[in-house]
């Protein structure tokens, strides 16, 4: 692409807010003055720090953090799970993103998760064995990156993980804290107590533990690529594992496991003020989500309100609701359901849901809209678990990375196989396949990949220059962390450290929800005289970010909630 050619494309893509249908061309990036990797888990940092003081890449950087996270976080993500990521070339200008998430097997249908009632069975009956698994597509999406972006031989990314897993890393309070939440349902799971309980118990925080089978596994895949993962004993042992579970068998085939594939999707892009904000499109509903309760604020100065004013976090409560009811009626998986995506964030379907949001009351109700070309359908509210893992790597030549990676709960769906968890990603899909006598979006169906709430994010200036990467943990809260945090850096002026640290407005059945022990607290009040329910609880949040400074360095940021840490080259 010539370089006139790369600014008039850069020049079309950040003057609308629709989605791109291309790897879109922003500004080139001069290159970065040092690298920088951001991770939920020390070691995993340390690990993408390792590969970029090889002269890695940001891809190889986030690769190696991904594996080496499926050691020390395997409660959370993995090899055994799925993910997003979304990568800004420094040279090259491109915006790109890979779809790594997880498919349902062949013989899943729409009413797997149904009772013999015909209703939805409870979460806890159909999580735990082989219902709950999908075909994982972390080390599918690892491998596509590395042949677009990649520096370091794939081998390479490989060692931090093999370290840990054969020379042993310390249990934390964070695995801990996972293995006594789970430890009620491990009765029939003797694989997973055999690695990580001992005399009936789970291994206490500062006890060793050693993986040798997953060292063994990362040296094969580290050598023959990600077949030796889809293909032959993994994949064997993969599918016995779920086609043979101890809980709710149900057969996920060779052919599954071998046919996966990692899928490069167009990035999903919006204004908000004078920044372009870049993310996920579905199975994804990250991006629309953020862009539409980012563009329900934009007409309210939220800049002068400032952050501890209640009427700001009232709009932003509102705007929320709103959103959600959006994602939760029209958003799925485009390869097998129509979603009105440009229609969502179309700046004059949001204007007008915007002028639904008063600075004085709230609404009686938050009810999906009707944007332009939304076909019939009811909204069935789909269900995420507070799990996952984010992280972000940034390189000399300024090219960024920002992936999220996942197994869904605790040890997804408590099944191990050589050494790492299997997910349980399906019960992301909505439980009831139709309501109100029409289909629902996010129902299961073979191949498909269900609808997730990750939301990796890069932001650009006015001038299409990349200054902020943002990502999140925690179910469904993700959405509202990133929308947060955006809104705190960009219109009250604080730090990425500062804007993941705040605290979060989430919402329930009964309505807000603030977090515990965080400024939002002192607003309860407020905020039920403005007609909200108002609860206070502690929220499973967990952030990591990167923000470019006025001199032109970038410097990472990661959750204080998490014992995360951001490192620089």
Known sequence: MTSRLLRLTAALALSVSLPILAPIAVAREASASIGTVSSADPRAAEAGQEILRKGGSATDAAIAMMIALTVVEPHNSGIGGGGFLIH??????????????????????????????GKPRPFIEVWPGGFSAGVPGNLRLAKLAHDKWGKLPWADLFAPAIRYAE????????????????????????????????????????????????????????????????????????????????????????????????KERPAVCGKYRIYTICGMGPPSSGAVTVLQILGMVERFDLKSMGKDDPKAWHVIGEAM???????????????????????????????????????????????????????????????????????????????IVSMTSTIESFFGSQLITNGYSINNELTDFTFAPEKDGALV?????????????????????????????????????????????????????????????????????????????????????????????????????????????????????????????SLQE
């Open 88 to 117: 800004h070339g420094g040279k090259t200008g491109l915006l790109e993103t890979i779809d790594g998430r997880e498919t349902a097997p062949a013989a899943a249908t729409p009413e797997r998760f149904l009772g013999p009632d």
């Open 167 to 262: 020379e042993g890393f310390e249990i934390r309070q964070r695995l801990y804290t996972a293995l006594t939440a789970v430890a009620g349902i491990w009765k029939d799971f003797p694989e997973l107590q055999k690695l990580y309980w001992k005399d009936g118990a789970p291994l206490p925080v500062g006890t060793i533990l050693k993986n040798p089978e997953l060292a063994a596994l990362f040296r094969r895949i580290a050598a023959e690529g990600p077949d030796a993962f889809y293909t032959g004993e993994n994949a064997r042992k993969l599918s016995d594992a779920v086609s043979k579970a101890p809980r709710n068998p149900v057969p996920m085939t060779l052919d599954d496991i071998a046919g996966y594939k990692a």
């Open 321 to 399: 609701q709103l959103a959600y009811a959006d994602r939760e009626k029209y958003l799925g998986d485009r390869d097998f359901v129509d979603v009105p995506l440009t229609g969502m964030i179309d700046p004059a379907y949001i204007k007008g849901r915007s002028l639904l949001i008063s600075l004085t009351k709230t609404l009686p109700a938050y009810e999906a809209g009707t944007p332009p070309g939304a076909p019939k359908r009811t909204a069935a509210i789909s269900g995420e678990v507070a799990g996952t893992s984010h992280f972000v790597a940034i390189d000399r030549d300024g090219d």
């Open 441 to 565: 979006a996010n129902r299961l169906q073979a191949g498909k990949r269900p609808l997730s709430s990750m939301a990796p994010t890069i932001v650009y200036d006015e001038n299409g220059k990349p200054i902020f990467t943002i990502g999140a943990a925690g179910g469904k809260t993700i959405i509202m962390q990133v929308a947060k945090a955006l809104i705190a850096h960009f219109d009250w002026g604080l730090s990425a450290q500062e804007s993941i640290a705040m605290g979060l407005l989430f919402f329930n059945k009964d309505g807000i929800v603030l977090e515990e022990s965080t400024h939002l607290e002192a607003m309860k009040p407020a905020l039920e005289r403005l007609g909200h329910k108002v609860s206070v609880s502690r929220l499973g949040l967990k952030a990591n970010a990167a923000e470019k400074l006025p001199d032109g360095r970038w410097v990472g940021a990661a959750d204080p909630r998490s014992p995360g840490v």
